[in-house]
């Protein structure tokens, strides 16, 4: 049984930084694309990283470059989200998502597994 478990949200001052951390269970996923949606209150569930295995290549959503990087462990089943220079915007409900290639599409529905979400708050 594949499980997504997120961790590592919280409550942050504008300017500040804050790492996610998202560990993949149930399989093997090295060879797999692991990402980062997160959904604001009231809005749609937006693309804001990927970090596929195969070639350690990235991928960011445009309001997060240059702010967000998406490390990941050595073993490929951990991957984070590190988050600097937050603005009161960022604030959302942040996901982990697994899909079963490595691909680094940036729609929810290429994802095949997700966590439950951890809510990030960025105050002004």
């Known amino acids: 049984q594949v499980q997504v478990i997120e961790s590592g949200g919280g409550l942050v001052q504008a300017g500040g930084s804050l790492r996610l951390s998202c560990t993949a269970s149930g399989q093997n996923f090295r060879s797999h694309t692991m990402g980062w949606f997160r959904q604001g209150s009231g809005k749609e569930r937006d693309f804001v990283a990927a970090?596929?295995?195969?070639?350690?290549?990235?991928y960011y959503g445009d309001s997060v470059k240059g702010r967000f990087t998406i490390p990941r462990d050595d073993a490929g089943n951990t991957v984070y989200l590190q988050m600097n220079s937050l603005k009161p915007e960022d604030t959302a409900v942040y996901y982990c998502?697994?899909?079963?290639?490595?691909?680094?599409?940036?729609?929810?529905?290429?994802?095949?597994?997700w966590g439950q979400g951890t809510q990030v708050t960025v105050s002004s």
């Open positions: 998502a697994v899909r079963l290639d490595y691909g680094l599409g940036d729609a929810s529905a290429e994802y095949d597994y």
């Open positions: 970090h596929t295995w195969n070639g350690k290549m990235t």
